[in-house]
């Protein structure tokens, strides 16, 4: 330790701007705390810093540097905690000197930028929060945009689901979406942009709101930890409304009830903070003034909880598909291994709207390279994937088709009088359909159709190949793939219950890899308007594992 302790001393004495006005010294905790003073380049003025320096130190604590500057005065400038540390991230170094170098660089460029410049960052940084337990447990709440203005000082309630329980740590959190908000007469104004699956979750409970003109924040970033300090943004009328929620809830005394407070951050933005208050225990209380009696709040701690926006934008902010894919009314034929990871893919990048058809049996074999899960047992697959679909994306919208479009609509119904016509009409309704079902038969009737977009996704035994069309008529090209060109080797293929349910031979990775490659080439494709989207086959390569070769048509 000393050692160490002495190398930090010296690497910091050494430092071009940088002088130490409290030498480092060991903590209790293993930890080497001491003090700075940086100077600001081409001036005489200097900065403090309080420095602490971590064990693990030069490597990262958890996810967080493990050096930190702080100083309590420069609270008001930007990307600074609430404990007066800077706000910084830096690259990795396992070299002890070199680590500190960046870290006093990155330092020197918090001052330049924030002290300095006084520089405003473009994104919105959220109010500063610590979350703390009601009676030992934490909350949190779900929310998204609503079309909807609300004004000023307004007040009303609102109604939230509970969803699956969780650990915030070491302490069970309990977890909840905010379906829709109502006035303090409890008629509906506006409710939260989720898939009809979110909307219609059971067991609603009640809420109560205030939306405020300001952000209940203290030096413009740090959310108000006390409720005298919320007084002056809430309205008389808002604290009589809560006079009234909690009397009309006697009943119910000691049971927690969220209490959202929203406020605009931008123009076409609002967010959601909520605290957890305690029926019968409202930390309000009324005075006299001038004749008149008001409401005010008492001085009393806030018990915030967790509240997280997960509109559209936000969910899949990090990433989705082609807005031509996304936006479109999409069919799957054929939810087994390909199928059902297409789904899913397609419902972790965006898409909102998803029906499904199959006529197959979900079994425990399936799991092991397909979208399902074990503990569901053995069900409709389109039925027990719309589930997991909806378990995915609070905002996609699954139908489940009749089976009879693999059969009775399709190979009974040709050659009626205008049966072809009736499925394509009703087959026009998608944008698109991505056909993973390998029914050539199936593949031959669909083909023959004028469809919008019609994609067909194929894999050889051993997930050689995957063969992809996606142009119309495209029948005599696919089977010529399979029959001519292809070296589909059936003899070797999985026979789980006898001769008469074959199947092919594939890992989970095997079949993902190639699906997801294909996806991607698709996605590709529809992002540019001035590429064409062809029919290509996606070929492995067993001598060279990084070969998967693209062939177009």
């Known amino acids: 330790m000393d050692r160490r302790l002495n190398l930090i001393q010296q690497i910091f004495s050494e430092l071009n701007g940088i002088s130490i006005e409290i030498p480092f010294s ?29 064990p693990e130190y030069p490597l990262k604590r958890m996810e967080h540097e493990s050096i930190t500057f702080s100083n309590k005065d420069y609270m008001l400038y930007g990307h600074v905690m609430g404990d007066g540390s800077i706000c910084r991230h830096t690259s990795h170094q396992t070299d002890l000197k070199k680590k500190i170098e960046i870290d006093i660089n990155s330092l020197k460029r918090w001052i330049w930028k924030y002290y300095l410049n006084k520089d405003n960052d473009n994104h919105y940084e959220h109010l500063i929060l610590q979350p703390k337990e009601f009676k030992e447990n934490h909350f949190s709440f779900l929310f998204t945009e609503v079309d909807y203005t609300f004004n000023k000082n307004q007040f009303g309630f609102f109604e939230y689901s509970q969803i699956n329980n969780g650990l915030y740590y070491d302490k069970v959190i309990f977890n909840h979406v ?83 407070i929203g406020y605009s951050i931008s123009e076409k933005e609002i967010h959601w903070q909520v605290a957890i208050l305690e029926i019968g225990k409202f930390p309000i209380e009324s005075y006299k003034e001038d004749k008149v009696w008001k409401g005010g709040f008492v001085d009393e701690d806030i018990t915030w909880g967790i509240t997280k926006n997960c509109s559209y934008d936000y969910f899949f902010g990090r990433g989705k598909l082609a807005e031509k894919i996304t936006k479109s009314k999409i069919l799957i034929i054929g939810v087994g291994a390909i199928g059902s990871m297409v789904a899913t893919t397609f419902a972790r990048c965006g898409c909102t709207s998803i029906d499904v058809v199959d006529h197959d049996i979900k079994e425990p074999e399936n799991v092991c390279r397909s979208e399902y899960s074990f503990l569901t047992g053995i069900c409709n697959k389109p039925d027990d994937l719309s589930n997991e679909l909806f378990s995915i994306s609070p905002f996609i919208d699954v139908g489940i088709i009749n089976a009879a479009m693999f059969h009775v609509d399709t190979k009974v119904s040709q050659g009626l009088i205008n049966s072809t016509h009736d499925l394509q009409r009703r087959l026009l309704h998608y944008d698109i359909i991505i056909d993973c079902s390998t029914d050539n038969d199936l593949l031959y009737i669909l083909s023959k159709l004028e469809l919008n977009r019609y994609i067909t996704l194929s894999i050889t035994n051993n997930a050689k190949e995957l063969v992809c069309s996606v142009e119309p008529n495209s029948y005599n090209w696919v089977m010529n793939q399979y029959e001519n060109v292809l070296d589909n080797e059936l003899e070797d293929v999985h026979n789980p219950n006898g001769c008469w349910n074959p199947t092919f031979k594939a890992s989970y990775n095997d079949i993902n890899t190639l699906v997801q490659f294909a996806i991607k080439h698709i996605n590709l494709k529809m992002l540019d308007d001035s590429k064409s989207l062809r029919n290509f086959v996606l070929k492995t390569n067993v001598e060279d594992i990084f070969s998967i070769k693209l062939d177009e048509f």
Request: proline share 4%.
């Open 26 to 54: 060991s903590d209790s905790e293993f930890n080497i705390i001491g003090k700075i003073k940086v100077q600001i380049e081409s001036t005489e003025e200097y900065l403090s810093f309080d420095v602490k320096i971590y």
């Open 178 to 260: 905010i379906q829709e908000f109502r006035d303090s007469s409890f008629t509906k104004v506006s409710e939260c942009k989720w898939s009809s699956a979110v909307k219609q979750l059971p067991h609603k409970n009640i809420g109560i709101y205030v939306f405020l003109d300001n952000p209940p924040a203290r030096m413009g970033k740090f959310i108000i930890n006390n409720w005298a300090d919320l007084e002056s943004l809430v309205s008389n009328d808002a604290f009589t409304f809560l006079y009234g929620v909690q009397k009309n809830n006697s009943k119910l005394k000691g049971n927690p009830i969220p209490f959202l």
